[in-house]
């Protein structure tokens, strides 16, 4: 397969990182060693939080918090729907029901209004995701969470380093995760972690990813039903080299995410990402979104013959197919949510995308759109 000229993401990986990652391979310590130790150590300082529990994915992180926080069959919980799979699949491995709220039109991240009015007798958790990168409306949350006495998980997975009122995300509600997949911020390449202030969840979240073992325990010895989802050494080391280099990526990305909407936001078919005066974007990705009657997919195809590749971002979840059979939801039922994810398109976007590229990005979007190439 040709690579396209821009791709979609890319990681930022130099000299630093492969020395970094053979260094564990020469050591032949592949795994449960004092990388994804020190991987924890930084990751904490980094958020602000006690603890820091890393793990093989973000998936497998959101699992072990929904695990932690004892959530089970019968329990409610909400989550959007305007989301990657894995904030509600995780509800789902331990058969509690995803209660799908809308979005806020500006930031595409939960509504408190619809979420306070989702609440029932079951709900036992908020499942927050922080959209794209741009920090959900916290203060409104944990209000509401205050008031009904609901737990909380923060999908922080694409959002490492963002701030809401000038406190790092990781420090919000009972746990979140963050995840290094390589499109991420920063990648393992697989991988992610665990944060929280919380000594009960941060003990129960190592044993779970160690098969159930306890603290001190024997290596045969399993207090509780556990999964191997431990990070392994090269992943941690990786993690450690990248991590180091956090707030030049934010920059770089953020430099990126500018020159964009400098460069689109005169076009009145296009409105650029809202970013709140009272937060830091930690750009994940670049999405715009169409005016209304544009045909997005349309516009895709165009762009991708082109040579230009884009994503539509996100398809709801509660339209998945496996989701409308368990749970017989349908169009209408989130109206913001099913209106804004057919207008939203993502484009290339990763540290080091330059002003040319991004101009070609721009003359060939332009190109689709305005040369009435959606009518043919
Ligand atoms: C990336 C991501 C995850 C975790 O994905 P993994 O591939 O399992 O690391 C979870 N939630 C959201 C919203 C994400 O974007």
Not at 47 to 63: D, N, Q, W
Not at 167 to 182: I, R, S, T
Not at 237 to 245: D, H, P
Not at 267 to 285: E, L, Q
């Amino acid at each position: 397969m040709n690579m396209p000229k821009i791709p979609m993401s890319a990681p930022d990986l130099d000299e630093r990182d492969y020395k970094e990652v053979l260094e564990v391979l020469k050591s032949g310590r592949l795994a449960l060693g004092p990388k994804a130790e020190e991987f924890e150590k930084l990751m904490a300082e980094y958020a602000g939080v006690k603890h820091a529990i890393a793990v093989s994915s973000g998936t497998a992180g959101l699992h072990i918090l929904v695990k932690a926080l004892g959530i089970e069959e019968g329990d409610e919980v909400l989550v959007p729907s305007f989301t990657f799979c894995a904030s509600v699949n995780v509800i789902l491995y331990e058969k509690a029901k995803p209660v799908f709220v809308d979005i806020e039109p500006e930031t595409y991240n939960l509504d408190p209004e619809d979420l306070e009015r989702k609440i029932t007798k079951k709900t036992k958790a908020i499942m927050v995701v922080d959209v794209f990168g741009h920090p959900a409306e916290w203060d409104e949350i944990l209000q509401i969470a205050e008031k009904y006495n609901l737990k909380i998980i923060d999908d922080s997975c694409e959002a490492l380093g963002a701030e809401y009122k000038s406190k790092k995300l990781g420090q919000f509600g009972d746990g979140a995760c963050f995840a290094f997949y390589p499109n991420k911020q920063i990648t393992t390449g697989e991988g992610g972690i665990i944060v929280t202030n919380n000594d009960d969840i941060a003990k129960i979240a190592r044993s779970l990813r160690n098969q159930g073992r306890g603290e001190m325990g024997a290596w045969l010895y399993h207090e509780r039903l556990g999964y191997n989802y431990r990070m392994d050494e090269m992943s941690a080391a990786l993690g450690v080299s990248q991590l180091k280099k956090i707030e030049s990526f934010l920059q770089k990305r953020e430099k990126v995410a500018n020159m964009y909407t400098e460069k689109l936001k005169k076009y009145p078919w296009v409105k650029t990402p809202v970013v709140k005066p009272y937060v830091r974007m930690s750009w994940f990705v670049y999405v715009i979104t169409l005016e209304e009657g544009l045909d997005r997919d349309k516009v895709i195809e165009e762009m991708e013959k082109r040579g230009i590749p884009a994503r539509g971002y996100f398809s709801p979840i509660h339209l998945q197919p496996y989701i409308r059979e368990m749970f017989g939801t349908k169009e209408g039922m989130l109206p913001v949510t099913e209106s804004i994810s057919k207008c939203t398109l993502a484009l290339p976007f990763h540290n080091n995308l330059k002003e040319e590229e991004i101009d070609e990005v721009v003359r060939v979007l332009r190109e689709v759109v305005e040369g009435n190439l959606l009518k043919l």
